[in-house]
């Protein structure tokens, strides 16, 4: 237990490193009808203030920033933060009424959906490392491992410093990404046309290769060199060898995974491909560890064998499922119609009941221990296929709103032209909510169906005129790659200070904000409320 624990210890650092910054802290002190509003803003970083009632403000504040407001004048304050390198997100600031002269109130800021999204690309690492593990790549790879450091002599410490090892690789494969393209281009990556289509034959690659038509491998001349420098090398450079032969070595498995992650990991934050490598590197350097540590456990692990390949044949199946979100997304960004929602569905169904009737196919030459857990796979494999069936015609199968191409919502006019939208609001007097939302935007699907197409809100809605803003719209782009959804784009950041997906506004009908935004939930009741009208 305590060689356990001493591993997990070990780990909590490289956890720790996955908070959160939050550069500029705000304090309100209360005088008489006053209130002095403070800013504190650490070292080699500057704040901006995007929005404070009517009152602007152009510099770019350093180490601290002081004003005094009367209390009747208080209201939320927009700001982000900066630094050489990196930008916060926009983030609100309010403060709690003091009921006493004199004494400081502090408000610590409140938890950003970004740091939820930050959670989620963890979690899917982890998810993506473990399924790594159990893929014919790296699973033989772990007897090597312990062989290794059994000859070597290595004990403990050896051992964890080889699971660091593998996450110091996989983050800085992350940070890698950011670096080059930084967090901007990966926004726009994440919702280009051509990258997306460039993702989807990627990951069709990948699954023909788990379906075994051909093999994916790096050259051998680069895991042998390798290898060959980590056993004639001591130390801990010996150990990072032997990690970076792993990395190697295991490319054919993890790399879709990893690329997969990586785009989703696009644009959600600076350092969202770093998190979603931290959460699929320690889930799969554990095990190589706590093995080599303890390698009687080995004794107990299942061995290779065909079990494996089926393992990939699943992969594969969820591979081609997994790819038609890219291509749905160039599709819908660039007006093509070439793959309609009863499409997309038809082939989900086709690939999670293709990973039933596998897994059935020859079911009685296999141990009782493997049939339990094909069944364990079949059962739920085959029940979301027939789940899926009602959505060719219109149902809203609301499990995959995520990846699926948007549904119709009944009942509601929706314009797709900030113009013409604010105009109709104009003439008829209804107030206005605009949509930010865009076709690679995952979080708005969800809320389309979870929240949106439900029925109080719709019965809600009637009362505004509704203004969808893609930001990724590419159709009619001119030669300098200008588009609908550029200035849809455009507006949202200079008019509201943000660029994140869903973003909602309501704006009275002369284009007066009445509330602050809204941002991602998948609870009616709770978009119910914030609706003024």
Not at 226 to 250: E, N, Q, W, Y
Not at 333 to 359: E, K, M, N, V
């Amino acid at each position: 237990m305590k060689r356990i624990l001493f591993i997990l210890f070990a780990y909590l650092p490289v956890l720790a490193a996955a908070q959160m910054v939050q550069p500029t802290k705000w304090t309100a002190e209360e005088t008489g009808d006053s209130v002095r509003l403070k800013a504190t803003i650490e070292e080699g970083w500057h704040m901006t203030i995007i929005e404070f009632g009517d009152r602007e403000f152009d510099e770019e504040y350093k180490d601290s920033f002081v004003l005094t407001v009367a209390k009747a004048d208080l209201t939320p304050i927009r700001f982000n933060s900066c630094n050489d390198v990196m930008c916060t997100a926009p983030e609100v600031w309010e403060w709690s009424n003091v009921q006493s002269d004199n004494v400081q109130s502090t408000k610590e800021m409140p938890s950003t959906a970004g740091d939820h999204s930050l959670w989620v690309i963890f979690l899917l690492g982890l998810l993506g490392g473990l399924l790594a593990i159990f893929t014919p790549c790296v699973w033989p790879i772990i007897p090597m491992t312990v062989s290794f450091f059994l000859k070597k002599g290595g004990g403990m410490r050896d051992a964890v410093l080889y699971g660091l090892s593998i996450i110091i690789l996989y983050v800085g494969l992350g940070l890698l990404v950011t670096v080059i393209f930084g967090a901007s281009a990966l926004n726009d990556l994440s919702t280009n046309a051509v990258v997306n289509i460039f993702f989807f034959l990627i990951l069709v690659l990948f699954a023909l290769s788990f379906f075994g038509l051909f093999e994916i491998t790096l050259p051998d001349s680069w895991s042998t060199a390798m290898d060959s420098k980590a056993r004639s090398t001591g130390g801990f450079l010996s150990i990072l060898l032997m990690a970076f032969t792993l990395v190697i070595v295991s490319f054919s498995c993890t790399g879709p995974i990893i690329g997969t992650l990586l785009v989703e990991a696009a644009g959600k934050s600076l350092l969202a491909p770093a998190i979603g490598m931290l959460g699929f590197s320690i889930a799969l350097a554990l095990p190589f560890s706590l093995f080599a540590m303890f390698p009687q456990w080995l004794k107990q692990a299942p061995k290779s064998g065909d079990w494996m390949t089926s393992f990939k044949v699943v992969l594969a199946f969820l591979e081609l499922a997994l790819s038609l979100k890219f291509l749905s997304v160039a599709d819908m960004a660039y007006g093509w119609g070439i793959l309609p929602r009863w499409l997309f569905i038809a082939i989900w169904i086709a690939c999670f009941a293709g990973i039933g009737i596998y897994l059935l196919w020859n079911i009685r030459n296999v141990s009782t221990t493997r049939k339990i857990i094909r069944v364990l796979v079949i059962i739920p494999s085959l029940a979301f296929a027939g789940y899926l069936v009602p959505g060719l015609w219109g149902a809203p199968v609301k499990a995959i709103s995520a990846f699926a191409p948007p549904m119709e919502i009944e009942g509601r006019v929706v314009f797709n032209d900030y113009e013409e939208g604010m105009a109709f609001a104009r003439q008829t007097g209804k107030p206005v909510i605009l949509d930010f939302t865009g076709y690679g935007c995952v979080n708005c699907r969800k809320m389309e169906a979870f929240v949106l197409d439900n029925d109080s809100v719709k019965e809600r809605l009637k009362n505004y005129v509704f203004i969808e803003l893609y930001v990724d719209d590419r159709i009619d782009a001119d030669s300098d790659g200008e588009s609908e959804g550029t200035e849809n784009s455009r507006i949202q950041r200079e008019q509201f200070g943000s660029n994140a997906q869903p973003f909602f506004v309501q704006l009275d009908a002369k284009g007066n904000q009445v509330a602050e935004p809204m941002a991602f939930t998948t609870e009616p009741m709770e978009f119910i409320e914030w609706l003024k009208y």
